[in-house]
């Protein structure tokens, strides 16, 4: 493409122009700045609070957990070890030695207790946990212990949660924050210290390397082992629209951009001033969500028209672009790469059937009351699904008021349950990365207990009889055939309904050695030439 000759041309003088007023170093990799563009912008500081991904990239980069999942899906030692009773009942956990917190005091147990005990009020999967468990103590400064009513595997499975809300570790006087608090210290025990003075929310966000983290000893895989900082600075800013973004990937301005949309790739494309990464842990799966509390979808029939009108290739085509490889259609709620992958209703969630959700309409005595949709218009990958489930919804005959607004405006009124004139709202589509998805405890997109379920709050008690079930069960077979149950409630139900998988494009200058391939954006064991 004409623009790529160009970058190649200014990135190379603005390296130049850097290098000229750089700092003389004697290490390879000091005083070096990675400015990067996130999905989305940071406007908040506490991850408990929201399953936004961009909550989590924050906390991967200040905080720590307690264990970890390697490239391989293995649960590894991360904070601490640990050990289990012979009745399969207590679980005692010892944290290594160095912990630190950023303000220099050490890491202990009664931290980890706070932070469980936080976490575990909001996770899908903790929740499970926490209504299992019939203790949690602190032994001693390293040492606690969890004891179980019966032997479970949810429990190593809720602490190495990578993704969606997981069980980042804090100091206790923050963890004992009320759930319906948020916090606003930053401060954490991994590899970067946030820097709050030059926070500006949803403008910019700075990480420093913290020397005081020791990393583990065994090599960096996915989430576990060394997390080794090799850059001094760490800057996220915004950049609203996307091609602003990649004119300053193409000027040096910025070295990192995690998500590029496709449509925009031939810009760097076969440049070699630039690479175009996929990490495979990051897959994503798009998702429709329903209002069940409010007309007309708290009638199940009319959510069964919804699935009907709806189809997957529309929508990834004007994602990824129309025979793109970087999508596939899916109808499987848990994921069509996970061990729980299911073809049930395969042709009603991949295929839209206007006609039959028509017949449903009629049926039903739907009055033409306009469906509240809500579209965030500043995500790459969010902004091209409202207009298309839009038009879907109306070629079935529903009539849809389309309301666009910033990810952080639906963020925040998705959590309405209020009538739509006050603000309510009936549906959003949104997505989730894949490893967040293949597990039916922790799959917030499949919890229905009502008040406590996802946004929409579904209320299928079935439902959570099986995702108890599940977590009960250490036979393969066994887990499988719940979740293939669970898929079908789901699908039945209406809680949700699967709009396709599709990988993401990080794209970043040829200077930056790139991470880990792991379940969310790391920038540890990243490094950047000069």
Known sequence: MFMSPLGSRFTKAALLSFAIGATTSTTAFAETTVTAVMHAPLRALDPAISSAYILRNYAYMVYDTLLALDADGNIKPQMADWAVSDDGLTYTFTLRDGLMWHDGTPVTAEDCVASIARWDQVDKTGQVMASLMNDMSVVDDKTFTMTFSEPTAVVLTALSKPSGIAPFMMPKAVASTPVSEPITSSIGSGPFKFV?????????????????????????????????????????????DPMTAASALMTGEIDFIEQLPHDLLPLVEGNPDFQLKIFAKQGSQNLARMNHTLPPFDNPEMRKAVMLALGQQPMLDAQVGAGSEYGNTCPAVLGCGSAYASDYLADEIVNPHPEAAKKILAEQGYDGTPILLMHATDLANLTPQGPVIAQQLRDAGFTVDMVSMDWASVVARRGSKATISDGGWNMFSTTNVLPDVDDPIGFIGVAAGGDTAWFGWPDVPEIEQARTDFASVADPDEAKAIALKIDKLVKDNGVMIPMGEFSSVTVASSAITLGVDAEAPVFWNLSKSE
């Open 196 to 240: 709050a003075d030059a926070y500006q929310p949803g403008v910019s966000a700075t990480f420093e390397k913290f020397d005081g983290y020791i990393p583990r000893d065994e090599p960096s895989s996915g989430l576990a082992g060394a997390k080794e900082v090799l850059v001094d600075e760490v800057v996220w800013t915004t950049m609203p």
